[in-house]
């Protein structure tokens, strides 16, 4: 089992930037895709980005693909996502969440889930 706790969520005026962090804990020596979703109120929650367990393959939204960067660093088992030139449209809640896999499958739900950070970006 696999716990997640996300961090750096806040308030920020457009066109600044925020860098998000995913804490894991509990069984993370298995091979694990990190990833980052959002929920805005009143939508659907959609996935932003996500990235395999050896960092080479990334997949990222095309909202927000040019500023957003996933990264992580599986010594310190945690994930990143830094946001750049936010607007207010990415308002919303941040997710992280894993997968038990090397890289994304996107037929397989993702297995753990932390309870979100609040990104509030005010024009």
């Known amino acids: 089992q696999v716990q997640l706790v996300e961090s750096g969520g806040g308030e920020v005026q457009a066109g600044g930037s925020l860098r998000l962090s995913c804490a894991a804990s509990?069984?993370?020596?298995?091979?694990?895709?990190m990833g980052w979703f959002r929920q805005a109120p009143g939508k659907e929650r959609e996935v932003v980005a996500h990235?395999?367990?050896?960092?080479?393959?990334?997949y990222y939204a095309d909202s927000v693909k040019g500023r957003f960067t996933i990264s992580r660093d599986n010594a310190k088992n945690t994930a990143y996502l830094q946001m750049n030139s936010l607007k207010p449209e990415d308002t919303a809640v941040y997710f992280c969440?894993?997968?038990?896999?090397?890289?994304?499958?996107?037929?397989?739900?993702?297995?753990?889930w932390g309870k979100g950070t609040l990104v509030t970006v005010s024009s």
């Open positions: 509990g069984r993370t020596f298995s091979p694990l895709v």
């Open positions: 990235i395999s367990w050896d960092e080479i393959a990334t």
């Open positions: 969440a894993a997968q038990r896999s090397s890289y994304y499958r996107d037929t397989y739900a993702m297995d753990y």
